[in-house]
C-alpha cells in the first residue's frame, strides 16, 4: 500500500509562485518515482511533471521552464515548485505513485487546489 498527501495549493495571482509537496509512504519500490498530474474542469487528467527513481525528469511543454520536480528522499517527500504561475495552470494537483512503473504502483493523492487568477 501507498499513502500520498498533497499540500501547497491555494488562490493566487498570474506571475505567482507555489511549492507543492507530496509526502509519500508504504511500498519503497512504488514510492521511488512520483507524477505530478492536473485535472481542470472539464478537461482531462495531464501529466505535469514525472521523476523516476533514477531521477530521469519530464516536463509537459506546457510547464517546461516554470515548474520544477524535486525530490528529498530523506523525508519521501516531493516538490513542485511552480513559477510564473498563469491562469491555465488552475486544477486540481496530485501526486501518483510509480511513475512509469506500471498499474501496480498506481496510488495517488487527495489532490490540492491551485487556482491563478488573471
Known amino acids: 500500500q501507498v499513502q500520498l498527501v498533497e499540500s501547497g495549493g491555494g488562490l493566487v495571482r498570474a506571475g505567482d509562485s507555489l511549492r507543492l509537496s507530496c509526502a509519500a509512504s508504504?511500498?519503497?519500490?512504488?514510492?521511488?518515482?512520483i507524477g505530478w498530474y492536473r485535472q481542470a474542469p472539464g478537461k482531462e487528467r495531464e501529466l505535469v511533471a514525472g521523476?523516476?527513481?533514477?531521477?530521469?525528469?519530464d516536463y509537459a511543454d506546457s510547464v517546461k521552464g516554470r515548474f520544477t520536480i524535486s525530490r528529498d528522499n530523506s523525508k519521501k517527500t516531493f516538490y513542485l515548485q511552480m513559477n510564473n504561475l498563469k491562469p491555465e495552470d488552475t486544477g486540481v494537483y496530485y501526486c501518483?505513485?510509480?511513475?512509469?512503473?506500471?498499474?501496480?504502483?498506481?496510488?495517488r493523492g487527495q489532490g490540492t487546489q491551485v487556482t491563478v487568477s488573471s
Open positions: 501518483n505513485a510509480g511513475y512509469q512503473l506500471g498499474l501496480a504502483c498506481d496510488f
Open positions: 508504504g511500498d519503497i519500490i512504488c514510492i521511488s518515482a
Open positions: 521523476i523516476t527513481a533514477g531521477n530521469m525528469i
